[in-house]
Nanobody
Framework: QVQLVESGGGSVQAGGSLRLSCQAS????????VAWFRQAPGKEREAVAA?????YYADFVKGRFTISQDNAKNTVYLQMNALKPEDTAMYYC???????????????????WGQGTQVTVSS
């Protein structure tokens, strides 16, 4: 069973930065697609970025967010720069065995999910 634990959320002003971490158990980083999703109150969950192989990004974060992984630490990161108030949401890490594909990473089912970490951006 894969466990994912997110951390790094917080409150920042617009234009600021945060780095989210997703600590994974097992070897999912070496065998699976790991993605970040977010969900704001009253809105649907949306895919943000994915890695393995990738990386892939949603259009609304391209140029601002960077996903990376450190296999030695079993951790996937999401560096978020130039944050906007509309980035405010609960951010979740998700994983599934297999490669991420450009045409499907954002809509495929993910088998493992973390509990989320809150990001709040004030104007």
């Amino acid at each position: 069973q894969v466990q994912l634990v997110e951390s790094g959320g917080g409150s920042v002003q617009a234009g600021g930065s945060l780095r989210l971490s997703c600590q994974a158990s097992g070897n999912i980083l070496e065998t699976g697609c790991v993605a970040w999703f977010r969900q704001a109150p009253g809105k649907e969950r949306e895919a943000v970025a994915a890695i393995y192989i990738g990386p892939y990004y949603a259009d609304f974060v391209k140029g601002r967010f960077t996903i990376s992984q450190d296999n030695a630490k079993n951790t996937v990161y999401l560096q978020m720069n130039a944050l906007k108030p509309e980035d405010t949401a609960m951010y979740y890490c998700a994983a599934v065995v297999g490669v991420c594909y450009l045409e499907s990473w954002f809509m495929r089912p993910y088998d493992y999910w973390g509990q989320g970490t809150q990001v709040t951006v004030s104007s």
